[in-house]
Each structure stands twice: as structure tokens, then as C-alpha cells.
């Protein structure tokens, strides 16, 4: 089946006609120097989350940080550092190593006539090589990364493939149809949801399609204020090149630092700064996606239209299953002129959920304002470095006004971390609104300082994940979105379903907590963090994916969403049918059966592959059987 090409691309658009304003920068169109390289293992773990440099550590019985690009780096930490013992009844192993490069990899699967054509007519560049094909078969799911520490890993993609613009991706697609070749599309590999591991049982040979070569800015206009980029573009890279012309997306997801744009669009991402410039559906002008069936575009650039269902949503969240995002076109804005921390001290979550409705109510949110629990409240404070004794009194002083004049528990308080944008007289109109607010639920400021460090953790999180691992503790992070009404029943429920799993998996030290990120009209959404350490548990991860599959059941039965922005992948696809009902399921299977009809981008996101479904049988009837056993006795 031959390649459509529509008419109307996301290329440069048409000059300004002769006697107005030039707003159209056709300069612009030039490649982005990347901070990830072509071999992303020259930089980045092939391990774990991030940068080669960058890792909590342990020395002198202290945990430390070092990274050139966080502001902690060189900190020791000797509050995290007993904290974590006081938590988990840890004692640190130095003599612990770290995972080495396996020696050997899988053998690829080759399909020879279609490598021959690759080679003969096309010039895209690829790879056989184990180690690039060993670091493009993950995500950063908890056992993605335990599978690479253990060298678990069965099927690796046999063949990478590094495209440069749209039309080497037509190419690839076209001879991967021709020769049923399974395409798998990678960009940043941040997924959280199994989205881009290797199908177990695939018996075809998998390709994986890296963007990352294709990520320049394209064009821009800034009379109508949009720009178009390639799919690839990292998201820092993408704002470092809009921030040199005064100009932002404003698209901040915690993974912003190493995701693409291609992937923002895959799993309808959100970022923390959604309440200023929307979710990414709400900056997406128009998308640009190859399937083998034709190229999936809408013809204008048009603010909104009403031409029947917009494709624009077929594309965004089809998570790689539909066929690979090429380029998008997205809005921009000015930078603000202003951008100010600030933080709030609530004397329990409860009132911090309150106030938090409140402010959704009245449609005042700031940029962004998150709300967390005692117990990852109590976790931020402990990521401060060592600090002076003058420093270690002025705190004293704070927590002494907080817990007597204020008559705060501090087993109970929580705290709201504040990021405000906009013009000097808009920020301080927000500032003086908020706080006004969270004071009608005994709410008080608590500086700027606490909350630059409460968005610091954002990007170190997934940093202590791992050095957790390594230290025998497994902990990951999941989330839903729910109405109001429900919103502190399900934080209470699921924390009660938490513990009640531990209970029964004999497990003592652990940590649960939560928070919420975004507010919307309607709802909220929650972010959970779970953790635990147990020596004795042959199957660390498999426990916890089993707590965690519990959890989501409370989650769904209070109302929430199988994802708010982590997407489904094959980690929450036992659970898609139900979500979108027989018929929604139907209707997205349709539309895959037309793009894909030999189902060549056979990721397994979404709707359960076969193999899937054969797996949770079993486990089924593994669970059953155990059940009858035990009730026998």
C-alpha cells in the first residue's frame, strides 16, 4: 500500500503579502543542538532517569547529591539521610555496585528484504548495535528499570532507525508496511506507563523509530503567535530556543527536561504551568501523523474549527499505536515579565483541599499551586542541605510560631507550593488574592523560599527513585484525576488500600503520600507516591505492581481516572475497555484497523495485546486457585 501525502502541510507558511508587516522568521528554520545525543548513552544513564553525573549518593553514612544542572549539587543531606532511615531501617551498603553493560544482547530478528531496501534506497541512518538497541527498549516504569538492573530483558527492538524530517519517516513507514516490519516510536523513553518497551511476544522484526534527529523549529509567526517544530525536539531545548526570541509554550511536565514534543502530543501530556497556557491539547494548532494509510493533518491553522470530529484528538493520546507524530504547530506566548515563588502552611489537608476548590471555584489559580500531604511535605523538608547553626535557629523560631501561636500540628500540616507569572501589578493582584484566600482556611505564607524548593524536588524525584533501587527499595509514583466531591475520600481510600497491602505482604517500612498538582473547574488531579522496602520479598516489583493494582481499583471505584497524564501504555490497559466503554474501545479499533491495517505499529498500548490478555488469564486462575486452596483449609 503506497504513502498519501495530503495537500496541506505544517511547511513554512506563505510571505506577508508586499505592503504588510513581515512576521514570518523563515531564518528559523534550522536544526536545535540537542542536550541528548544521538547515543544517548554518552550522556544519559542507561539504567535510570537522567543525566550520567547527576545521582544521589551515600558517603560517610550521609546522602548526598551531585549534578551540575540542580541547584543541590555538591549538598549533603543529613535530615533526607535520616529520614530515610528512620523510615525504611536502612542501614547504607557502600560496597553495592552499580549495573554494568551486559557483555552480550539478543540476537536482532532481520528481515532481509527489508533491510536491503533500507539500505539500497533509502538513507536513513540506523543501527544493529546491542547497546543501542538495549537502551531504546524501556521506558522508566519501576520495572522497566528493575528488569535493566537484573538484565531481565528477553526482547530488545532488533534495529534502530534515526529518521531526520517528515518525509524519511513516509519512507520508513512505506517499507515498513511493504515488508510487515513492527514500528515502535521512541523519543525521550521518559514513559512511566510501559509505552514503549519491546510486545514480549512479537515475532516480527521490531524497529524502533528515534526521533530525536528530527527536532527543529521549522518556522514561526509572530503576528498569530505560533511556531512549528519537528516531533523530536527535547522540551528544555524547545523552550531554550523560543526563550532567545522572548517567547515560551509554557508546557511543563516533570519529565520536561528529557521528553519530546511528539511524545507530549502521544500521551496528552499536562504541565505544572497548565493554569496560565493550557494542557497540551489546549497548544496544539495543528499535528502532523504518518500512517501506513496516508499522512493525518488538518488543513488549516485556524484557531477552532467545527468540521465535524477533530482528528487533532484522534492523534493526541494515541500513544504510538496509530502511526508517528512528525511535526506539530503549536501556540506561543510572550515571557512574563515577572515569575515569583511562594508557598502556604495549612494546618491539615483537608483545609488544604478546601481552599484549593476555592480557588478553582473562583478561577484565580496562579501559573501553578500544588498542595501536599503531611507526609511528602515532611519528605520536601528533608531534601534541604546542611545549613549553618544561625540558619538551623531561624528555622527553629518558624516552627515554634508555626506549632504555638498558629497551634499547628506539625504530624498534620501540609503545605501548597505557589509559582506566579504574569506582568509585576497582575502577580502581586494574585499574590494578595491567594493568600487572602488560604487565610479563610487557616491558611498562612510561608515564603518564597519553601516553594522554589518544593518545584526543585519535581526534577530530583525520579533521581532518589533510583538511588532507592539501589539500596533495596522499590518506590514509584502513580496518578488519577477526580471530581471535587470525591476528591479527599479517594486520597483516604487509596492510602487505606495502601496499608491494608502492605499488611498482608508482611511489609513494615513503606511510605505513601500524595499531593495535588492540577485544579480544574470540575476536579483535581492526584499524585501518589509509594515506596517500601522489604529484604525478605523474593519479587519486590511484582508486590508492588500487585499494591499498585489494588490501589488503582480504589481509585477507579472512587470515581477517578485510569490517567490523568501518564496515559494508559500496557501498565493501565486491562483497564482501557471499561474507560471507554465496549463501544469506544470498537470505535478506536476501527479507526486502527483503517490507519494500520497490518498493524504494524503493534505496540500493545491501550487495548491489551493478545499475550496480555493470555498473562492476566493466567494470573486469574493463579489467584483463584490459591483462593480455593485457602478455603479448603
Sequence with gaps: MSIKRNKVTTEIPETPPEGTSLVLDTRLSRHVESVIPKKRQESLKWYGWGYKDSEFYEHDDIIRFKGAKYPLDGCELPIFTKWAKSKFNIEFDPTKSFPQLPQTYPKPVQNAPFLNELRGVSKVEHSLDGVDRLVRCHGQTLRDIYSLWNNKFQRIPDLVVWPRCHDEVVQLVRLAHKHNVMLLPYGGGTSVSGAVTCPQGEERMICVLDTSQMNRMLWLNRENLTVC??????????????????????????????????????????????????????????????????????????????????????????????????????????????????????????????????????????????????????????????????????????????????????????????????????????????????????????????????????????????????????????????????CSMLCRSVKRRVASECYKYNITHYTISCRVTQTYDAGACIYFYFGFRSPSIADPVGVFESIEHSAREVILSCGGSLSHHHGVGKLRSHWYRNAVTETGSALYSAAKQHLDPRNIFAVGNLLPSKEQLQLEEAEKLEKDEAAAAKAKL
Excluded at 340 to 348: A, C, E, N, Q
Excluded at 387 to 398: E, N, T
Excluded at 409 to 424: Q, Y
Excluded at 467 to 476: D, L, P, Y
Aim: with cysteine; net charge negative; aromatic share 10%.
Design 229 to 486: 517544530f519537528e516531533s523530536g525536539v527535547v522540551g528544555q531545548d524547545l523552550e531554550r530556543e523560543l526563550r532567545k526570541l522572548g517567547l515560551t509554550v509554557g508546557h511543563e511536565p516533570d519529565s520536561y527536561e528529557f521528553s519530546t514534543l511528539g511524545g507530549w502530543v502521544a500521551t496528552r501530556a499536562s504541565g505544572m504551568k497548565k493554569n496560565v497556557y493550557g494542557n497540551i491539547e489546549d497548544l496544539v494548532v495543528r499535528v502532523r501523523m504518518v500512517t501506513p494509510s496516508g499522512t493525518l493533518e488538518r488543513e488549516c491553522s485556524a484557531p477552532r474549527v467545527s468540521c465535524g470530529p477533530d482528528f487533532n484528538h484522534v492523534i493526541l493520546g494515541s500513544e504510538g499505536t496509530l502511526g508517528v507524530i512528525t511535526e506539530v504547530v503549536l501556540k506561543v506566548r510572550p515571557l512574563p515579565a515577572v515569575q515569583r515563588y511562594g508557598s502556604l502552611v495549612f494546618p491539615d489537608f483537608e483545609q488544604g483541599i478546601r481552599f484549593m476548590r476555592e480557588v478553582a471555584l473562583r478561577r484565580c489559580q496562579p501559573a501553578s499551586v500544588r498542595l501536599m500531604d503531611n507526609e511528602q511535605f515532611v519528605l520536601g523538608q528533608s531534601l534541604k542541605p546542611e545549613k549553618s547553626w544561625l540558619a538551623s535557629c531561624v528555622d527553629a523560631l518558624k516552627q515554634r510560631y508555626v506549632t504555638s501561636w498558629k497551634g499547628i500540628d506539625l504530624e498534620h500540616i501540609c503545605a501548597a507550593t505557589l509559582l506566579f507569572e504574569g506582568d509585576l501589578k497582575d502577580v502581586q493582584r494574585q499574590e494578595a488574592l491567594i493568600n487572602e484566600i488560604a487565610a479563610r482556611y487557616k491558611g498562612f505564607p510561608a515564603g518564597g523560599q519553601n516553594g522554589e524548593r518544593g518545584y526543585l524536588f519535581t526534577f530530583v524525584v525520579a533521581y532518589v527513585r533510583d538511588f532507592a533501587m539501589h539500596q533495596g527499595i522499590v518506590a514509584e509514583s502513580f496518578e488519577t484525576s477526580v471530581p471535587w466531591d470525591r
